[in-house]
């Protein structure tokens, strides 16, 4: 260690002036007033996913091909992302920082890159902690039932699903087309979770084979999350002639026979993802479907992914129609609508759709079916559980009914949604539940994570590149069969596309701050900056030289 | 991704606890010159910013042998080094001059002038930051145009333009000489690597913005050490033989104005002093595209886009 030199007498001091200590000994640290502190923060990305996946933590492990480590981080968060990979509306791709600078990055399809990998080496969660004696029912095997016992699992819970059809996957399975989400996917991702200790019990619908009294008796704790399947009532005359959507989806993808749709006219009523989904399945067993909107495209409430897609698949779009009676003539459908125009904006901030007067007109086709929405099962349920709107209820943070020990989510309570939030929904009610089997507070105070913003990203350091894009079936291709339409990224678009991101907010050694500091008081350990605050001055370079935002400069004062 | 600086990453050759201020740009290039010429150097150091930052009696930084000189003797005495070295068969060891902007373009020029005639083998490294910055920010031969310092006031600044160090010493016909700045450090160590190869006078001359005359914050010392490079005001170049003219990196063309917002020494400058600021870059930077484009045939092998 660097020691100050102490003269004794004038012999001792060299002749010239000569320097034989280091200025190690001095602690120009003192003449700080701000110091730099080092701090991972919340990407854009991160912060809009449900989830909470930590996106630009395992794009560095992508860039480092070490995808073990990717996926370890991909599914701290995220029981199945060769799933969320391919059916999530990717609500982190819409907040990302690089899109001021180019275009922004594909993380969705970096997800289900990493997602495959898992599939393909098997699943292994890397230590599951032991178990913790505590047995968990869950109703329900779709995203919210799934993932709530997986997360469970990783507490060291046991958990028993109770399904009530012959496989697992609820929506997964039933709900969403195989050419968006291969059933041989989705069954190797179930498998491995199953692996996990999970144990399932199929064909068993609750209120006819499980009963919620029972299994409270039964278990410590019970998660319902048994899904949205019933089809909203339009209210309008012969409604009784129409099909179910999602019913339709489910004979689909149950495999059952689809003959009897081939070469007819059919009339999908809605224009929602659910809609998408039917029109789209229609002209794959080559039926010639087309949709009925009473409000116009801005209004739809399907992704614009799925919009375009379904017009890229040659489907007519009628807006501003609005079925009003169906009649059946002689097992056609004779269809009644009326004309629409928009009126003032409503509840939802999308214009009104006001009938206007004498615009009747018919039409006949082989089927109608509808696809305007779906609700949970208010009758299923008692009392005790329904809120104050006569619905099934449970506390948004925590998944808690209003019966102890009674946990649910999932679109049975929040009504359609998407994937990643009923996935969300079991992450918050996984942790609840624990948090309630050990016999603490379930409410959890959450602080939201700093976010990088554009402002902080110094882009100098980035070269403009284009983004990467899935290869994807031909429009003609695709209509004729139920292939999968998007391919995964080879290890080469995934390695470039991983490359493009900033990293907003989460430290991947780039070494600015150590090359840039003028007091040498950045040190490199392990592969991180470590800030040596004896010598640190407070200059504030490193904050300012910092790509991606991490680095702080914290008042002493 | 990961670190981004192989080659950077290797021992310092200073210690810590350096007296320089806040942000000190002469610090950060004297860091990457160092690691590039290795500990198998002798540095001369004239009366400059850096007989303070190395430190006070009987402390010093440098963990190589540091000699400090008078202010118009740096090249004159590193070249005397030289010739002791070679005559004790010390050939390997290098010798760095390493002086600031008054101890080259005016003090020491004369020194200086001297050994690169008579082409002496020694590496003369000028960190510039452009006035008297030790002594209380006293204008130089190399203050900018129209800047303020200490001796130049707002009220009457600098009136004749910056002396062109460069231009100067490519009269003398030496082996190497090129610019370079801290917020490309890898630029500069790469520079350092090429000069330390070669035998005879090398020149270097190393932009190094000064927070505290420069009248700005220090964490800005990189920030505005890029624009420098990027609004052209201080291209990054070699020339070899005092004839081949090399630009190493195509600048993004920003507006000089961008450069003096962030610099108090500039705060005054009205929009035609910019305008005429503006022309003096562009004309002086054609030129240079001019005798890039003699000794390659082109400019397009001019590298674009991100640079260290």
Not at chain 1, 259 to 284: H, P
Not at chain 1, 447 to 455: A, C, D, G, H, L
């Amino acid at each position: 260690m660097a020691e100050r030199i102490r003269y004794k007498n004038i012999d001792e001091i060299p002749d010239v002036a000569l320097s034989t200590g280091t200025t190690r000994v001095l602690k120009t640290g003192s003449w700080r007033n701000v110091k730099p502190v080092i701090e991972n923060k919340a990407a854009p990305c991160l912060k809009a996913c449900p989830l909470g996946t930590k996106i630009p933590h395992y794009f560095y492990w992508i860039i480092e091909k070490d995808l073990e480590k990717a996926a370890d981080v991909l599914l701290e968060r995220n029981p199945f992302p060769a799933i969320t990979g391919r059916v999530c509306p990717a609500f982190c791709q819409i907040g990302c920082n690089r899109k001021r600078f180019d275009e922004r990055i594909s993380i969705r399809e970096l997800e289900r890159y990493v997602g495959d990998y898992i599939i393909k080496r098997g699943y292994k969660i890397k230590e599951l902690p032991s178990d913790t004696g505590k047995r968990i029912a869950v109703i329900g095997s779709g995203p919210a039932g799934m993932a709530v016992a997986y997360f469970l699992r990783r507490y060291g819970h046991s958990v028993t699903i109770f399904e009530r059809e012959s496989k697992p996957g609820g929506v997964l399975r039933y709900g969403i087309p195989s050419y968006r989400l291969p059933k041989d996917i989705l069954d190797k991702e179930f498998e491995m979770l199953l692996n996990m200790g999970i144990k399932i019990e199929t064909n068993k619908e609750l209120g006819k084979d499980v009963y919620l009294d029972e299994l409270r008796q039964k278990f410590d704790a019970v998660f319902i999350g048994i899904g949205a399947w019933v089809e909203k009532r339009m209210r309008m005359e012969g409604e009784e002639n129409l099909l179910s959507g999602v019913h339709f989806l489910k004979d689909v993808n149950e495999g059952k026979e689809t003959s009897k749709f081939k070469g007819k006219k059919v009339a999908v009523i809605g224009a929602g993802n659910v809609a998408m989904d039917v029109v789209r399945t229609l002209k794959r067993i080559g039926a010639e479907p087309c949709i009925l909107y009473r409000r116009t495209e801005k209004e739809m409430p399907a992704l614009e992914e799925e919009r375009e897609k379904a017009k890229a698949d040659g489907i007519p779009f009628h807006f501003l129609t609005l079925p009003i009676k169906a009649e059946n003539r002689n097992g056609k459908i004779l269809l009644t609508n009326q004309k629409m125009k928009l009126g003032e904006p409503d509840k939802s901030g999308r214009r009104r759709p006001i009938p206007i007067e004498g615009s009747e007109f018919q039409e006949e086709y082989d089927f109608v079916i509808k696809a305007i929405g779906e609700e949970a099962d208010r009758k299923i349920l008692p009392e005790e559980y329904l809120g104050e709107d006569g619905w099934p209820y449970a506390d948004k943070k925590t998944g808690a009914t209003k019966v102890e020990g009674v946990f649910a989510g999932g679109d049975f309570i929040q009504g359609p949604s998407t994937v990643v939030e009923a996935e969300a929904w079991a992450q918050r009610a996984a942790r609840s539940i624990d948090r309630f089997l050990k016999g603490e507070d379930i409410n959890v105070k959450e602080i939201p994570p700093r976010t990088v913003s554009f402002m902080l990203i110094r882009t100098e350091y980035f070269d403009k590149a284009p983004a990467i894009h899935p290869q994807e079936l031909s429009v003609e291709e695709r209509i004729k069969s139920f292939e999968e339409e998007v391919k995964t990224f080879s290890e080469e678009m995934a390695l470039k596309e991983a490359k493009r991101c900033f990293s907003c907010g989460y430290c991947n050694s780039c070494g600015n701050c150590y090359v840039y500091c003028p007091d040498m008081s950045i040190l490199w350990k392990d592969g991180k900056p470590v800030v040596d605050y004896d010598f640190c001055k407070g200059c504030g370079v490193c904050a300012s030289e910092c790509p991606r935002g991490i680095i702080q400069m914290v008042s002493e004062i | 991704m990961a670190f981004e600086w192989e080659e950077l990453l290797q021992e310092e050759v200073l210690d810590p606890g350096i007296l320089s201020c806040q942000g000190c740009g002469s610090t950060i290039a004297i860091r990457q010159v160092l690691k590039a010429l290795g500990k198998n150097t002798i540095i001369t150091v004239p009366a400059c910013c850096w007989t303070i930052i190395d430190g006070p009696f009987p402390y010093h930084s440098l963990k190589i042998p540091f000699f400090h000189t008078a202010f118009e003797t740096a090249a004159a005495a590193a070249t005397g080094i030289r010739a002791g070295l070679n005559t004790r068969g010390y050939k390997d060891t290098n010798v760095l001059a390493w002086a600031g902007d008054g101890g080259t373009f005016d003090i020491g020029l004369q020194a200086l002038s001297g050994v690169a005639e008579s082409n002496e083998d020694i590496l003369y490294i000028c960190y510039d930051n452009e006035a008297y910055m030790n002594t209380g920010i006293q204008r130089s031969g190399a203050t900018p145009y129209k800047a303020w310092t200490t001796t130049t006031p707002y009220e009457s600044p600098n009136k004749r333009p910056k002396k062109n160090i460069v231009e100067i010493m490519r009269a003398h016909k030496i082996p190497y000489i090129a610019t370079a700045t801290v917020a490309f450090p890898l630029d500069l160590y790469k520079k350092v690597k090429k000069a330390k190869e070669l035998k005879g006078t090398r020149f270097i001359h190393v932009l190094a913005p000064c927070p505290p005359g420069w009248r700005m914050d220090s964490e800005l010392t990189i920030k505005v050490s890029r624009l420098a490079v990027d609004t052209k005001l201080f291209p990054l170049y070699e020339v070899e033989d005092g004839e081949k003219l090399t630009i190493n990196y195509y600048p993004k063309e920003i507006p000089i104005e961008e450069y003096f917002k962030l610099q108090g020494r500039f705060r005054h400058l009205e929009e035609e002093d910019i305008k005429e600021i503006q022309e003096m870059i562009n004309t002086y930077f054609e030129k240079l595209l001019e005798e890039h484009k003699r000794t390659h045939g082109t400019i397009d092998n001019i590298k674009r886009g991100v640079y260290k």
